[in-house]
């Protein structure tokens, strides 16, 4: 045994029995994690990678049980020691941020402090004040109730808990996806920089690829309860192996791709595990699949289990190109939007004074933060909520209420479609609406127009995949021929391989239509691949807006740049913006930003920077942008 | 249902005591009107399956009328219940503001009302008929129903494929019909189904304290008051079956109301 | 938090007088002139009149309730019809008795169906919880007279290990040397709550149980015994208090069943003497005192949650 392996496991399969339901969500991982070092175990939903930490922290649901391998911590077997005895004191867990991942009705720090008084034996006093130097440590110096906190607290809370009984290892699960960018990039490197200053093993459990690559020394890829592949972290990158994790690279939209070629989408969508096949579970989906792929399990070699390896990722050839569209004249104008909405005393200012144009055959995304006020920014534009100031005009005409030209895409399909309806009648709804003859032809139509068999008409929601749905709740929102889509958060419900799939479809139905459309999202590679213009909002109001190009490529407003700054893609740099943004219920004075600014002077806090234009179309609303305007 | 073997058995057992009440007398008919002091408190045995009452009635035929009277009785409660529970829940909800407040805080006021005393003042004033105690029972228990169906209208048409539905430019009509009411629809039977139970045992307090329906009415309630007088006389076959029935009644509608909620109440729930 | 209090007493206080409007006009609404139920039925019309008049009982019913209200507020709650006693006399003469048999039947409820309900959840479908949940069953769909009357047959007539009737001692302290006396009412009055609480106490801990927080107190390393005590406890016991703070009402009934059956002399059986007696200035006081005691017990719960639990504050 190599006194420098921390963490050995091999061979690890574990089952699932719930009534007569028995699934196999890890079958045959084998991983080894040196001291010091960060894995990262990448997979998507079900793929069997939270259920791996939970297995090595002995916490698996009610039902599981480990049915093969071997968990070592140092050359110990933690399979047959007490979980107890290693739990919280040499491997801990950071769990996902919710709403719920804290006790609400205990103080944070008694919270910090229960591990210390529970491994360490002591005192009700000395836990409280080690609890706070950790509190400190991680950056929180309040104390109060976990409600009090803001996502990115409590994550910092949740870290401090892990780590305050000094563990050997870190099980991170997915420690950053509910957060926002900027707020992510913190909480990630506050765990480097305490795992360095430690000597800490991390694994780090998650779906996002660009995580992964900035952050992790080794990769594991799961798929379907199994490795894929293992192997440092630029190996799996440059000499990718295993199928899957090419396509699944390929999949996925980054901020430097080619905006014209389409995405690699995989087909399908991953297998049940509580109906295992022969052979490789990725073989239905794989485009180099042979008879042996279906009929035989392929084994894992040490860094891949494929039968067919490949060598690097999928060459630009391979993809198709979309037309650039045509833009025609300003369809959609918003003018000077407002909206407050009160909440009991307060009044959370969620649109304070927006502007911007849509042309026809156009897409202009809107990114920004949680709580920037861009949700609110798509109910106002399909006449869901009224402005209290400003106006929306419509081909010449004010929008006030719903009107058919204008329809919404919602985030969650599973919420977006009644779930006692089946999906004909769900589709057919619109056209009822408004009267619209031949139906049924109509509805046919629609299926094939967003890639869906007919036979999912008689299905209820529930029946169909996430994926499934998101074509329906596209196929609804086409169903009236609108001129304008509008689109909150189109993808981010999904999983990375059927991510591409609806991209794709997006902006294949938009190129046939001439469709002009409104993209609402946080994620910035998102945007970057549906917009042609793009508008980046900060609590309320528009900072900066340009093409595409313009706005990813050279960014004006400090806070685009930081924001852009803070995504996890490898190789880019610039400081990320720092810290949370403040409440909209009370904005900062003069320009929102400059709480959060590095360039921020007296003068931000007394004027308001107006929208200048830099070159063409290029706007930015700060006193010192980093981008020279031509004209100025 | 086929998941739930508990809603089959209760469903089951209320067909069983339904079709008792209703088909029982066409198999054992008696004489339930004219007194017959000579065979009064008759044990079980001979023409008598379950004995004679003090009055000489046949007691398993009383059951059966008794039934009869106490399934209409709390039925028609738990319909009045429900139906004004039900629209006033649904205005207040779909109101909103002012409106909504107001309304709400009266339901507070009444349901801080202690409901059983003024049932037993007005039926100790009011010598009630089966009609009458119905309305008197219905009337008060809305509340809860008003209560539900307001909070379930609430989170109902802030649902996005509530909004979904007003993108495309549905009529409010329209989105209570096709989308509040079939959503809502599942919480109201399951309430109402609650209330039916609730009420047959409210029906035999009021029996139990003096208050119930008087003779010669002859619901469940009012059999168990006079049986429990003689309790002491060992006429346990008066007691016995009768509060045998009212608890199997309650216990089959109780068994349905909580399945009927597992399985109508969220339909995502096939699957996980 | 003391705004929020405030904020809930202005409320209740809103409450208690709106019950005090519609209780008053409803009896006023039901109930014979007072001058007839005082007098009897063979006094001539003239008579009646003149003793409502002589009383007051001929003005609007708006001012007369406007006048109980201000005697109400100096504590007097009028002087009963039929027994030569002041009503507020009769009630605390009655009211420890009662009280007594009410909080001992919620305390033994509590103390068996918060710990039962928790081991259901924990033991989710398993044999204890499946007993457990048939046995609520089976209580809820039982009269609780009927089940009083089952006990007294079984406990009292056969095995005689407890009296059939309550204890008779008029001071509510030697209800305590009396426990023997007790047990079949107490008993009684609890199974009911039991049934209800304890399914409820089961489903707010399942709740609790599928939090992350109970996830990340595992993940400490805590025996299961600490996450349930020091975790989940006190979160699964919030929509409890709250439950138990609506239920006054159906509480304060099966006093009045338990009362009756058992022979009790307290509040209940005094209100249900009054009924036969037609005597409004009692039966008012009690259902008022119902009221009141639902809304104090509302806002006990109220105070009681945001007190344990910080965010209700901010909630409201």
């Known amino acids: 045994m190599d006194s420098r392996k921390n963490l050995t496991v091999h061979g690890l399969s574990v089952e699932i029995r719930r009534g007569d339901r028995l699934v196999r969500p890890v079958a045959d991982v084998t991983f080894e994690l040196g001291r010091g070092e960060t894995l990262g175990i990448v997979g998507e939903t079900g793929s069997g990678k939270s259920m791996t930490g939970l297995a090595v922290m002995g916490m698996l649901p009610a039902g599981g049980r480990v049915t093969g391998g071997s968990i070592e911590l140092g050359g110990r077997d933690l399979l047959t020691a007490d979980p107890r005895r290693y739990r919280g004191r040499e491997i801990a867990m950071v769990f996902q941020d919710s709403l719920t991942s804290l006790n609400p009705t205990k103080r944070i720090v008694d919270q910090v402090a229960e591990p210390v ?35 990115g607290q409590r994550q910092r809370v949740m870290i401090a808990m892990a780590l305050v009984c000094e563990p050997e290892v870190v099980i991170a699960d997915e420690p950053t996806t509910a957060l926002d960018v900027t707020v992510q990039a913190e909480i990630l490197d506050l765990l480097d920089e305490l795992r360095a200053q430690r000597g800490l093993s991390m694994i780090l459990i998650t779906h996002d690829m660009g995580v992964i690559a900035q952050r992790a020394d080794r990769v594991a890829v799961m798929y379907a309860g199994r490795l894929a592949e293992s192997a440092p972290t630029a190996e799996i990158f440059e000499r990718t192996r295993h199928r899957y994790t090419r396509a699944l690279l390929s999949s996925i939209p980054t901020l430097a791709q080619d905006r014209g070629e389409e995405l690699f989408s995989i087909p399908g969508s991953p297998p049940d595990l509580a109906r295992p096949e022969p052979g490789c579970p990725f073989a239905p989906r794989c485009d180099a699949a042979s008879d042996r792929c279906r009929a035989e399990l392929p084994p894992f070699t040490g860094t891949f289990a494929c039968w067919h390896p490949v060598d690097g990722p999928v060459a630009s050839a391979d993809r198709g190109r979309f037309q650039r569209g045509e833009t025609g004249e300003t369809l959609l104008r918003v003018v000077d939007l407002v909206r407050e909405h009160p909440t009991g005393r307060r009044t959370v200012k969620a649109v304070s004074g927006i502007s911007f144009e849509v042309a026809a055959g156009e897409t202009f995304g809107l990114v920004g933060e949680s709580g920037c006020g861009k949700s609110s920014l798509g109910r106002l534009l399909v006449g869901l909520d009224r402005p209290d100031r400003g106006e929306i005009v419509f081909a010449g005409e004010r929008v006030t209420r719903p009107r058919r030209a204008v329809q919404m895409m919602f985030q969650d399909s599973g919420a977006a479609l009644d779930p006692r309806m089946r999906i004909g009648r769900i589709l057919r709804e619109p056209l009822a609406i408004h009267d619209v003859g031949d139906r049924r032809e109509r509805v046919r139509r629609l299926l094939d127009d967003v890639g869906l068999p007919e036979s999912v008409l008689d ?17 609804r929102a086409l169903a009236l021929d609108p001129r304008v889509l509008v689109a909150d958060e189109p993808v981010s419900a999904l999983d990375v391989s059927i991510r591409s799939q609806v991209l794709n479809l997006m902006r294949r139905v938009q190129a046939e239509r001439g469709l002009s459309a409104v993209v609402i999202s946080h994620d910035l590679a998102v945007v970057r691949y549906l917009a042609d213009r793009v508008g980046v ?50 904005p900062p004075s003069g320009c929102r930003f400059r709480t959060r600014c590095a360039l921020a002077t007296d003068k931000c806090a007394q004027v308001e920077p107006p929208m200048t234009s830099l070159t063409g179309g290029h706007q930015v609303a700060c006193h010192y942008p980093l981008q020279e305007g031509r004209d100025g | 249902m086929r998941r739930h073997p508990l809603a089959l058995a209760g469903g089951l057992l209320l067909l069983v005591i339904v079709g008792f009440c209703v088909l029982g007398p066409l198999l054992h008919p008696t004489n339930q009107t004219d007194v017959d002091v000579v065979n009064a408190a008759l044990p079980p045995g001979g023409g008598h399956p379950l004995g004679t009452d003090t009055n000489g009635f046949d007691v398993l035929g009383r059951l059966m009328a008794g039934g009869r009277v106490s399934l209409q009785i709390s039925l028609l409660a738990a319909v009045v219940a429900t139906t004004i529970g039900t629209l006033y829940g649904a205005v207040a909800g779909l109101a909103g503001g002012v409106v909504d407040g107001v309304m709400m805080r009266l339901v507070d006021v009444m349901l801080s009302i202690p409901f059983l005393f003024f049932v037993l003042i007005l039926s100790a004033r009011f010598h009630a008929d089966a009609v009458s105690l119905s309305l008197v029972i219905g009337g008060f228990s809305w509340l809860l129903s008003a209560r539900l169906v307001r909070g379930e209208v609430l989170t109902l048409r802030v649902r996005e494929y509530v909004l979904a539905a007003k993108v495309m430019g549905a009529s409010r009509r329209r989105v209570v019909l096709t989308h509040l009411i079939p959503n809502a629809l599942g919480v109201i039977i399951v309430n109402a189904t609650f209330q039916v139970a609730d009420a047959i045992i409210v029906v035999s307090a009021l029996g139990f304290l003096g208050f119930g329906l008087t003779y010669p009415a002859a619901d469940w ?52 | 938090m003391a705004r929020y209090v405030l904020n809930r007493l202005v409320v209740s206080a809103l409450v208690l007088l709106g019950i005090s409007a519609v209780v008053f006009f409803m009896l006023h609404l039901v109930s014979d002139s007072p001058g007839r139920i005082v007098l009897g039925q063979r006094v001539s019309p003239e008579a009646v009149a003149a003793f409502d008049h002589q009383h007051g009982f001929d003005r609007p019913v708006v001012v007369q309730y406007l006048d109980y209200l201000e005697r109400l507020l100096h504590g007097d709650l009028g002087r009963s019809y039929k027994l030569n006693e002041n009503v507020s006399t009769l009630i605390a003469q009655n009211a420890g008795r009662s009280a007594m048999l009410s909080l001992a039947g919620l305390v033994v409820a509590l103390a068996v169906a918060v710990p039962l309900g928790i081991l259901q959840a924990v033991r989710r479908n398993g044999l204890i919880d499946r007993t457990a949940t048939a046995v609520s069953y089976m209580l809820y769909a039982t009269p609780s007279f009927l089940l009083g009357l089952a006990l007294i047959a079984v406990f ?10 309550a204890s008779q001692s008029h001071s509510p302290w030697a209800v305590l040397t009396d426990p023997r006396a007790m047990a079949l009412p107490v008993i009684t009055l609890a199974a009911g709550s039991v049934a209800v609480f304890a399914q409820y106490q089961r489903s707010s801990a399942l709740d609790q149980l599928g939090q992350d927080y109970i996830r990340v107190a595992r993940a400490k390393g805590l025996p299961e015994r600490l996450v349930l005590t020091r975790h989940l406890l006190r979160n699964a016991c919030m929509p409890l208090i709250t439950l138990v703070g609506t239920l006054v009402p159906t509480l304060l009934a099966g006093n009045v069943i338990v009362e009756s059956l058992f022979n009790y002399p307290g509040l209940g059986l005094l209100f249900l003497n009054s009924l036969q007696r037609e005597d409004y200035p009692l039966l008012l006081a009690y259902t008022l005192m119902g009221g009141l005691l639902t809304v104090v017990g509302n806002l006990l719960a109220d105070v009681l949650v945001a007190a344990a639990d910080r965010r209700i504050e901010v909630r409201r």
């Open chain 1, 459 to 475: 299905r209820y929601p529930y029946e169909l995949s996430g994926g499934q749905r998101q074509r329906v709740g596209l196929a």
């Open chain 1, 537 to 586: 909002m900060y609590l309320g109001k528009l900072v900066e807006t340009g093409t595409t190009e313009e706005v990813f490529g050279a960014p004006a407003h400090p806070y685009t740049a930081g924001l852009l700054a803070a995504v996890p893609e490898g190789g880019r740099t610039g400081t990320p913006v720092r810290g949370e943004p403040p409440s909209p219920v009370d």
């Open chain 2, 221 to 272: 309630g009012s059999q168990l008051a006079s049986g429990v007088t003689y309790i002491s006389a060992d006429y346990w076959w008066l007691v016995l079956p009768v509060g045998a029935c009212i608890v199997l009644t309650v216990l089959a509608l109780n068994l349905l109301a909580d399945a009927l909620r597992d399985t109508i109440g969220r339909p995502t729930s096939a699957r996980s």
């Open chain 1, 117 to 151: 008084r529970l491994h360490r034996g002591a005192s009700r006093r000395a836990a409280r004040d080690r609890a706070r130097e950790m509190l400190a440590r991680v950056g929180v110096r309040r104390d109060g109730y976990p409600h009090q906190l803001s996502g």
């Open chain 3, 156 to 165: 009292s007539q056969q095995l005689e290990l407890f009296p059939a009737e």
